[in-house]
């Protein structure tokens, strides 16, 4: 007992003076080793190559899935804190493990639903499993040095391309043959409000309860809050993603409505232009990051650059698509290269390296909150301009175009339904003046609704450049140091870090 209590006081001390050494930065321990004291071939062995494979997988059937609900970005809100925290403290290897457990159970319950409910709880198992894929950010961060980080993540990132088109795909492919549902549970529906108050007062809760209740081991540490930088970099991360997901649940809508003209597949592929804009971004702002150009100003151009894009989305019209998918998938770019810079400032800032879980948790689940948030207000802004642009425009057209005023209900009725040529072959005094008169209408309608939405995103995207000038100055943190290294087969005698603190306890002895 007395050799152990030493050995915890021997590291103690060793932290406190790395502390003292580093008093001009942010962070100031909780790292396992400085890269020069990895062994030769440590970044070629295959437990290094392997982890970074296995996150990229994962990350890749995450991506997979994200377009389908909102369930989705709920159980991220919820399971990437957990995750994050408990695997900080119980290890990281079978929260992954079970988490991909889980993600196949939910696709299959899922992929065999018969009903909404039950794909919705499919759906949910996956949101929560798909936590173990978004935590990509600490695990590749913790296992290289903190200068490359920022590049650890863009090679993650290069796993996603191609999922990130199915997603999209996906997601057209339902709207055009369900419909967008704007119709099911309005926002001012008893359940609606109820779920939103009960959630927010959870909300408030929690942080009373952490704040106020002394814990051993809290579950959201208060004192990440207060670190330097870490706020900022969070909300402009979270605000971020909220205009991102402006575009990811209305540009394949928008696709479909204004510019298809009954192209399924034309939809299907161009929808696929903001996942893999952002995916592209990110990759981009990962790699660029790694130069000397200032990040702080870099986060500041890019979030700029992308919310005046998608704010320029509100001047086009049904006549032009190639302008409409130029900004959209510019603009998304921008949007995920600044997601590539502030996710990793999150978990650089914090003052303990040991921490670095929690932190990516925190900011994860606080971009998937937010952004839920947000895709609601979309939503439910989108279905009330949807159902003021469309009656206001559409029966006008057609009657101005040849249609008896007794045959609008029963045009509108069909084209809701589908507009099958059975329907609307049943729509008396149809012609295919009327036909085409009302195709117009619908997109000039359908657009009107749209720009709306791109003025909102504005709102959110300006409060993401204000608090993008409040992150930190990381410069003097990229540093060599490693904060885990991993280990090799049971029984190996010593770890590197172990290794590490060994040699500077008995540095310190002498």
């Not at 559409?394 to 339904?417: E, Q, R």
């Not at 410069?475 to 090799?488: F, I, N, Y």
Request: net charge neutral; with cysteine; hydrophobic share 50%.
């Amino acid at each position: 007992m007395e050799v152990e209590k030493q050995h915890s006081e021997a590291i103690e001390h060793v932290n406190n003076s790395n502390e003292l050494q580093r008093e001009d930065t942010i962070a100031a321990h909780g790292f396992a080793v400085e890269s020069e004291e990895l062994p030769a071939g440590y970044w070629r062995s295959p437990y290094f190559i392997g982890t970074f494979l296995a996150i990229g997988m994962n990350l890749a059937v995450s991506d997979f899935i994200i377009w389908l609900a909102l369930v989705y970005t709920i159980g991220l809100a919820v399971g990437l804190l957990l995750v994050g925290r408990l695997s900080d403290i119980f290890g990281r290897r079978w929260f992954f493990i079970g988490g991909t457990i889980l993600g196949l159970i939910g696709a299959i319950i899922a992929a065999t639903a018969k009903t909404i409910p039950v794909l919705i709880g499919g759906q949910t198992l996956v949101g929560l499993s798909a936590c173990t894929g978004y935590s990509y950010s600490f695990i590749s961060g913790e296992i290289v040095p903190v200068r490359h980080r920022f590049i650890a993540n863009a090679i993650i990132f290069i796993f996603s391309l191609p999922t990130a088109g199915f997603g999209a795909a996906i997601s057209t492919s339902l709207i055009t043959k369900t419909g967008p549902g704007w119709s099911l549970y309005p926002w001012t529906d008893p359940k609606t409000i109820s779920f939103i108050v009960v959630g927010f007062l959870s909300l408030v809760a929690l942080f009373l309860y952490e704040t106020l209740v002394d814990l051993k081991e809290p579950l959201l540490p208060m004192h990440i809050f207060r670190t330097k930088g870490f706020t900022p970099a969070m909300l402009s991360l979270s605000l971020g993603a909220s205009v991102y997901y402006s575009q990811a649940i209305i540009w394949p809508q928008m696709a479909a409505s204004v510019y298809g003209n009954g192209r399924t597949s034309w939809v299907g592929i161009v929808s696929c232009l903001v996942g893999v804009g952002i995916t592209v971004g990110e990759i981009i702002g990962g790699t660029f990051v790694s130069t000397n150009v200032h990040r702080k100003y870099q986060c500041i151009t890019v979030i700029s650059l992308g919310t005046l894009l998608l704010g320029l989305m509100a001047v086009c019209t049904p006549e032009t698509p190639g302008t409409a998918m130029g900004i959209v998938f510019i603009a998304t770019i921008f949007v995920g290269w600044n997601e590539a810079l502030v996710l990793p400032i999150c978990t650089i800032v914090i003052t303990d390296q040991q921490e670095i879980g929690t932190a990516a948790g925190i900011a994860g689940s606080s971009r998937s909150a937010i952004s839920t948030v947000a895709s609601t207000i979309y939503s439910v802004v989108l279905a009330t301009r949807v159902g003021k642009t469309i009656p206001a425009q559409v029966p006008a057209a057609v009657i101005k175009a040849g249609l008896p005023a007794t045959s609008v209900l029963d045009y509108m009725t069909a084209i809701a339904a589908g507009g099958s040529p059975k329907l609307l072959a049943a729509v008396k005094g149809l012609t295919p003046q009327v036909l085409v008169a009302g195709g117009k209408a619908y997109q000039h309608a359908y657009m009107d609704a749209y720009r709306t939405i791109f003025l909102v995103s504005i709102a959110f995207g300006g409060l993401a450049i204000i608090v993008s000038f409040f992150i930190a100055d990381i410069d003097k943190l990229m540093t060599r140091s490693v904060a885990a290294t991993l280990q090799g087969r049971k029984g190996d005698e010593e770890t590197v870090g172990e290794k590490y603190h060994r040699k500077h306890i008995e540095e310190t002895h002498l």
